[in-house]
């Protein structure tokens, strides 16, 4: 392994352990039938009283829902971007690296939302149309943390501009956070959905870190003038 990426890709490991820890005891510890017919909920005494106290929300439901939206366009955008690049070059290969790793941690994305879908491991608190749905982890969590965050890191390699930088890094922060808070005020899903999500979000991340550290070019080193020189000059 590169030296260069073994700090990302160390972290990276971790956080994907910490995950799968994270998801067995929410499916193990304190598992009660706290849920919508009696579905059982781990860490239960933890999201009954959080979800007891915050209840539900209609407005931050909606709120919630335009932060996905932002989050869907914006990967759209990076869609956009890399298909413009495939076609001008003519070669999928020629597309920016690191745009190629996004789309690869955005397939990753779609590949675990089936994946917990298919294997629910808690409920939502609330009947969605009368039906129980698969609450973890939070997918709205999920999809504006690292569309928003794989947005951040690109720009940073890619934004030259200090000001519009920093534009750019407050507009990914708000739709993070937004999102993310507001999902948890609207009641849909238990505290320790969001917390996974979150979790797994760093983990996905800190994956496409390491990628752009990876395809990062080495930097030139500047060579020491040598006296001999300095005479000349």
């Not at 890709?9 to 994270?22: G, K, P, S």
């Not at 979800?51 to 990076?78: D, N, V």
């Not at 920016?96 to 608190?125: E, T």
């Not at 937004?178 to 996974?196: K, Q, Y």
């Amino acid at each position: 392994m590169p030296k260069k990426i073994q700090r990302p890709a160390i972290i990276t490991a971790v956080l994907l352990a910490v995950f799968l820890l994270f998801t067995i005891l929410a499916k193990t510890v304190d598992v009660q039938p706290i849920g919508p017919m009696n579905t059982e909920v781990g860490f239960a005494a933890v999201n009954g009283a959080i979800f007891k106290t915050l209840g539900e929300s209609k407005f931050f439901y909606i709120l919630s829902t335009i932060g996905g939206l932002i989050s869907l366009l914006t990967a759209g955008l990076f869609a956009g971007i890399g298909a413009y690049q495939w076609y001008k070059r003519h070669d999928l290969m020629k597309v920016d690296k690191n745009i190629l790793a996004m789309g690869g941690i955005f397939l990753i994305v779609i590949i675990l939302y089936v994946l917990f879908d298919k294997v629910p491991i808690n409920y939502r608190p609330v009947l969605e149309d009368g039906a129980l749905e698969a609450s973890y982890p939070s997918t709205h969590t999920l999809l504006a943390c690292v569309i928003m965050g794989c947005a951040l890191i690109e720009c940073r390699e890619v934004v030259t501009r200090k000001q519009a930088l920093q534009y750019i890094e407050w507009f990914c922060y708000a739709v993070i956070g937004i999102t993310v808070l507001s999902r948890l005020l609207a009641g849909v899903h238990w505290f320790t959905d969001i917390i996974g999500g979150l979790i797994l979000s760093a983990a996905l991340l800190f994956l496409y870190y390491t990628a752009v550290v990876y395809f990062r070019p080495a930097k030139k080193k500047k060579k020491k003038k040598t006296a001999e020189t300095a005479n000349i000059n």
